[in-house]
């Protein structure tokens, strides 16, 4: 049994699980999770709450992983080693936070965010604003909503 079949055994409690840890720098995909327990007959809505949920928590980690970078090598020691996503933030600054669903910029977004000291709040809100709006348009392109 693989691990996203093993998520899908845990039901809800392994939707929320899948969802943290896609939200984390850890590579895995919690929309197939998501759409084996549609498919299996669990309340949609729930699936939501807990998807949001976990994800959220686990991009709210890897902002917090990259405030503790920041404070272990600030910025200002990077020099002219700048990459493309800090040039991003740079650029566009907190409301890239609400495109944190995204595989792998998603994540290195919100690291960068906490890294350069982007506001906690405006990040978590749009973060999650973001996270919740991806999972409603699978469900409801799966007819579960």
């Known amino acids: 049994m693989g691990y996203q079949e093993w998520m899908i055994s845990l039901g809800m409690g392994g939707m929320f699980l899948s969802a943290f840890l896609a939200g984390t720098v850890i590579p895995f995909n919690s929309e197939i999770v998501l759409m084996a327990l549609v498919a299996a007959g669990l309340d949609a809505f729930w699936l939501l709450v807990l998807a949001t949920l976990g994800n959220s928590i686990g991009g709210t980690t890897t902002y917090y992983l990259g405030i503790a970078a920041g ?75």
Do not use: C, H
């Open 71 to 145: 404070r272990k090598r600030p910025d200002e020691q990077l020099g002219g080693r700048k990459g493309r996503a800090v040039e991003l933030v740079s650029k566009w600054g907190v409301p890239l936070a609400a495109l944190g669903w995204l595989p792998i910029w998603g994540n290195v977004f919100l690291f960068v965010l906490g890294w350069t000291g982007a506001g906690a709040w405006s990040v978590m809100v749009l973060m999650t604003a973001g996270k919740l709006a991806r999972y409603v348009v699978l469900l409801a392109l799966a007819g579960a909503l």
